[in-house]
T-cell receptor
Framework: AQKITQTQPGMFVQEKEAVTLDCTYDTSDQSYGLFWYKQPSSGEMIFLIYQGSYDEQNATEGRYSLNFQKARKSANLVISASQLGDSAMYFCAMLPWDYGGATNKLIFGTGTLLAVQP | DAGVIQSPRHEVTEMGQEVTLRCKPISGHDYLFWYRQTMMRGLELLIYFNNNVPIDDSGMPEDRFSAKMPNASFSTLKIQPSEPRDSAVYFC????????????FGPGTRLTVL
């Protein structure tokens, strides 16, 4: 079964420090995409970063980077220089590339609530 | 460019009433998705469309739920009759033109059924 696991229900980090949010996935597909979304208290889902299963380089977007370890099936999000505005729920998601079935079903983890402390 | 637009942002209704949620995807996006988020079940896909055609509605909970996409810039999710267990945040998302593309979410509609 395809599944995303986020083992950290909640985390604290001091402002300006780096933090790593864990994500492991389970799939038998060879091709897939991995995504991180941020959900602040206002409720919207904000796309942060994407990593394709065939990408050899770890994805980076500003202060966000994705530590992709394919053999371990992990896709951890690293936020550098945390800011108070980073306080939010963070979701890891996987999109299996089932071209034959043309499914576009994003599979989400349960999320990690990050609190940035001043 | 405008993102995904959803209306209303909040909806409070009584059990048995019909509820219609609306979504305008990002212009030029071929795929549109409806998700539901609850504390118990997290985020789950209800249905998605490609070029206005429903592709997979296996996530629609029951016949009380229906979704339409009459044109490329508008979709509705209807619940009739509504029940308290339908209370959730409903998200609409869209993505460009490939199965691998990133999905961009709207702000969501928070539905409360009393």
């Amino acid at each position: 079964a395809q599944k995303i696991t986020q083992t950290q229900p909640g985390m604290f980090v001091q402002e300006k420090e780096a933090v790593t949010l864990d994500c492991t996935y389970d799939t038998s597909d060879q091709s897939y995409g991995l995504f991180w979304y941020k959900q602040p208290s206002s409720g919207e889902m904000i796309f942060l970063i994407y990593q394709g299963s065939y990408d050899e380089q770890n994805a980076t977007e500003g202060r966000y980077s994705l530590n992709f370890q394919k053999a371990r099936k992990s896709a951890n999000l690293v936020i550098s220089a945390s800011q108070l505005g980073d306080s939010a729920m963070y979701f890891c998601a996987m999109l299996p590339w089932d071209y034959g079935g043309a499914t576009n079903k994003l599979i989400f983890g349960t999320g990690t609530l990050l609190a940035v402390q001043p | 460019d405008a993102g995904v637009i959803q209306s209303p942002r909040h909806e409070v209704t009584e059990m048995g009433q019909e509820v219609t949620l609306r979504c305008k995807p990002i212009s030029g996006h071929d795929y549109l998705f409806w998700y539901r988020q609850t504390m118990m079940r997290g985020l789950e896909l209800l249905i998605y469309f490609n070029n206005n055609v429903p592709i997979d509605d296996s996530g629609m909970p029951e016949d009380r739920f229906s979704a339409k996409m009459p044109n490329a810039s508008f979709s509705t999710l209807k619940i009739q009759p509504s029940e308290p267990r339908d209370s959730a945040v409903y998200f609409c998302a869209s993505s460009p033109d490939r199965v691998t593309d990133t999905q961009y979410f709207g702000p969501g509609t928070r539905l409360t059924v009393l």
